[in-house]
């Protein structure tokens, strides 16, 4: 099947083409003929699916079938909802791709950032609107922005909506949006949660079930055992033994994708941290170098598992195990897109083999843990983690350690003043 078996108009075509959509995911082939049809849709469709194209394509199809007038003097009619500014930034720039050919008009507005520019762009009028619900409500409550005109709401990572208890937010839309309108729901998972919620938004909804229930075949996978204190240096050993110019590294907490960053450092790794607590501009700016190749390392945090997309990640690696077993697939979900090849690493301490085997329960997969020569149970400690905590929490005091002979005090304290040996690439 082709997009063009999917009646979508030629300017819309053109835009696929020249983003290089061929051949529609079968998510899209499930729920835009459903959209089309004027459903409302509950999707059980994961990150890397193509769900973005599976509801803004019909969209912006019935968008485009008004006349000059009204693209002239464009009234808010799609309000998508998102959990995340991140995702809520990479749904717009989807938005504006598919536009492209069209006089249609999008803006997405979300917290962490300057309200002004973002409400001077609703201001000039948009047909679609990407919103978060804090800045969505900041925008109704203290700028009077209406959505009575709003005909189609979708809400996107509807599981992770409920997860950061944004439930009643998404009520009170329904509420203010037209009273004749039609509403998609897309989420990872159905749980009774989401069906309640289902219950409650929809009317007569379609269900269409596309979920990977397993990682993508494209991603190869593999596991390591190696001591929680030693992780640190055979991440940089790996980095640099394989010459890796691209590495997304996800860990659990943010203390430790602070540290993690610090001893990267130490090894002459650049690396950025990708996380809640940096502010929007520092995110961004991380995620661009990160996407340009001006880093080597992105550190993150669940908060990049869903709704990030860099194109041709070659791999990721899992510095500590998600405690729940679907993070696992979000992270991993970050390579291996639209048909590329991928790899995914999992470095894993004797303390987290509980969350392999839940994670290779979901996967249906076993993943048999290997061990890198020097780093094999019981081979003796080198001597700067020797005094340094088996759970790794992140530099909770100011100590100095030995490494390959060179002193030098926590990142917080000092700057590191050695570069380590696989400091350089190789040409």
Not at 7 to 34: D, M, R
Not at 54 to 82: G, K, R, Y
Not at 371 to 399: C, I
Request: proline residues 4%; hydrophobic residues 40%.
């Amino acid at each position: 099947m082709s997009f063009l078996s999917l009646g979508l108009k030629p300017e819309i075509q053109q835009a696929l083409a020249e983003i290089g959509y061929v051949t529609p995911t079968p998510v899209q082939t499930a729920v835009i003929p459903l959209i089309q049809a004027g459903k409302d849709v509950l999707a059980n469709a994961e990150t890397g699916t193509g769900k973005t194209a599976a509801f803004a394509l019909p969209l912006i199809e019935m968008l485009s079938n008004v006349d000059e007038h009204q693209l002239a003097n464009p009234a808010l009619t799609v309000l998508i909802m998102t959990p995340t500014r991140e995702l809520a930034i990479q749904i717009e720039q989807n938005i504006v791709q598919y536009c492209q050919h069209l006089p249609l008009k999008s803006a997405a507005v979300y917290g962490g950032a300057s309200i002004r520019p973002q409400l001077a762009a609703i201001t000039q009028g948009v047909n679609i609107l990407v919103a978060t619900p804090g800045r969505l409500f900041d925008l109704v409550g203290q700028h009077d922005l209406q959505l009575d005109t709003v005909k189609h709401l979708v809400i996107d990572e509807a599981d992770r909506m409920l997860d950061l208890g944004f439930v009643k937010d998404i009520e009170k839309v329904k509420r203010l949006i037209s009273r004749h309108h039609q509403t998609m729901m897309f989420s990872a998972t159905f749980s009774d949660e989401i069906k309640l919620l289902a219950d409650k938004m929809l009317i007569e909804p379609e269900y269409v079930n596309v979920a990977m229930a397993t990682t993508a075949v494209t991603v190869s996978q593999m596991a390591y055992q190696v001591d929680q204190r030693r992780k640190a240096e055979l991440l940089s050993e790996l980095i640099g033994k394989h010459n890796w110019q691209q590495v997304m590294v996800f860990t659990s907490r943010k203390e430790t994708a602070d540290h993690l960053q610090r001893e990267l450092a130490l090894d002459g790794i650049k690396s950025a941290v990708f996380h809640g607590d940096k502010s929007q501009g520092a995110r961004n700016k991380a995620l661009e170098e990160f996407k340009a190749g001006q880093l080597r390392v992105l550190v993150a945090t669940d908060l990049a598992a869903r709704g990030l997309d860099i194109q041709a990640l070659p791999r990721v690696i899992n510095f500590e195990l998600p405690e729940e077993p679907e993070d696992y697939v979000h992270r991993i979900g970050r390579t291996g897109r639209a048909g590329l090849s991928g790899e995914a690493i999992s470095l894993v301490s004797p303390q987290e083999k509980g969350f392999l085997e839940a994670i290779e329960a979901v996967i249906n997969q076993s993943l048999t843990l290997q061990t890198v020569k020097g780093y094999e149970e019981g081979a003796p400690l080198p001597a700067r983690y020797r005094d340094v905590g088996a759970d790794n929490k992140a530099n909770k005091a100011v100590k100095k350690f030995s490494r390959s002979g060179a002193k030098y005090k926590s990142a917080d304290k000092s700057k590191p003043t050695r570069q380590g040996k696989y400091s350089k690439a190789k040409k």
